[in-house]
Structures are given as structure tokens and as C-alpha cells.
């Protein structure tokens, strides 16, 4: 797990950016939305975040739990038109911070995941559930653990 979270990318912030914006992309795509993907980097509550939100197929508690979480698996495996097979960038959130949330809408639901460094590997817990009358869609949010890196993300974005 170290050595596909932590160790993988060079630019860990540029990767994640890239990663997520493609994701959002091929969710999109799949979905076969054209709405714009939403890219924010914020001061909250003192807090700075980098999200991507997108209007596409959302995700399932299943395949969070499922494929999303881990390593290898992927939604995308054999689809010609799609950026990524390997469920490598949907972690890679993780080769810049311990934590990070995923908020998925997903047929009426939305699931909020922290998804985390566990002891044996990635893990996650299901922070709250509601219903919704939101389309699907999900949105990921990683906090910027160094006021610092504020200006990394930008020239990344």
C-alpha cells in the first residue's frame, strides 16, 4: 500500500489533480453528461481544500466498497474511450495526505466516505448517508494539510 500511495507519483499534487479531473471526465462521459466538472480550491473554516465534482454516474456503496477502495480493480477495465484501467488514480489522494472524502450521489442516495491510511492498507468508513433528489455525481475533497502548497495547487489547476 505505501509503495502505491505514497511512492507512485513524483508530483504527488499534480497527479491528483490530473487524476481526479480525468475521472471526473470519464464519469461524465460514461454518463453521457457535458455539463462542466467543477474544480475549487477554497478557505473554509480556515481550512484550505482542493475538490472535483462531477455530474456522472455517481458511485454505488458497492463498488466504493468494492473496486473504488482498491487497488487494481477499476469500473473502467476494457472500455476503449476511457483514461484510466488500473483504480490506481482514484487513491492517489493519498500520495499527499492520510485522509481525504469522497461524496457520492448515487441513485438517490448520498454516501460520505473518508477514505484513509489504514493498518494493512487503504481504508474507509461510511461517515453519513441521506436521501437526495440529487443527479449522480460525486464530489472529492482533499484537505491541504500545508498553507503552502495553496500555490502548488493553483499552478497544478
Partial sequence: ?????????????????????????????????TEPIVVNLLKENGQFTFSVIDHGT???????????????????EGEENQLGWYGLGSKSGLSYTDSFSVISR??????????????EGTDFNL?????????????IVIPISDPNDYEKFLDKI
Fill in 1 to 33: 500500500m505505501l509503495v502505491l500511495s505514497e511512492n507512485l507519483y513524483d508530483d504527488p499534487i499534480g497527479s491528483l489533480v490530473r487524476e481526479y479531473v480525468s475521472n471526473a471526465f470519464d464519469a461524465q462521459r460514461k454518463n453521457g453528461n
Fill in 58 to 76: 455517481g458511485i454505488s456503496e458497492d463498488i466504493f466498497q468494492n473496486i473504488f477502495i482498491n487497488y487494481l480493480a477499476s469500473t473502467k
Fill in 106 to 119: 448515487y441513485e438517490g442516495k448520498e454516501y460520505n466516505f473518508l477514505v484513509f491510511k489504514g493498518e
Fill in 127 to 139: 461517515q453519513d448517508l441521506n436521501e437526495t433528489d440529487q443527479p449522480n455525481g460525486v464530489k
